[in-house]
């Protein structure tokens, strides 16, 4: 059963940083791609980053290049998403998914996620 539990949210202000964490179990980590998407109020879910399964290569859609980085561990089985310079625009639900072969997607598996707030 693949578990993906994330970490790291909070408030914070804005300007400031957050780093997220998400530990991924009952699959093969090393050979799968991750990423992280967020979902605010009353709008859609959207990608934030990809990163491939060796971590060499990363994703971010253009509206997202600039403050998100997107990393992992494989011996730790955890992917990370450092956001900076944070906005009020950015206080969402931030997930965690497992894909398959390619950081751009589709993506399968999701984690309950972990809300960020940042605050005027």
């Known amino acids: 059963q693949v578990q993906l539990v994330e970490s790291g949210g909070g408030l914070v202000q804005a300007g400031g940083s957050l780093r997220l964490a998400c530990v991924a179990s009952g699959l093969t980590f090393s050979t799968t791609a991750m990423g992280w998407f967020r979902q605010a109020p009353g709008k859609e879910r959207e990608l934030v980053a990809g990163?491939?399964?060796?971590?060499?290569?990363?994703y971010y859609p253009d509206s997202m290049k600039g403050r998100f980085t997107i990393s992992r561990d494989n011996a730790k089985n955890t992917v990370y998403l450092q956001m900076d310079s944070l906005s009020p625009e950015d206080t969402a639900v931030y997930y965690c998914?497992?894909?398959?072969?390619?950081?751009?997607?589709?993506?399968?598996?999701w984690g309950q996620g972990t809300q960020v707030t940042v605050s005027s």
């Open positions: 998914a497992a894909g398959g072969a390619s950081m751009r997607g589709p993506y399968n598996r």
């Open positions: 990163i491939s399964w060796t971590g060499r290569g990363t």
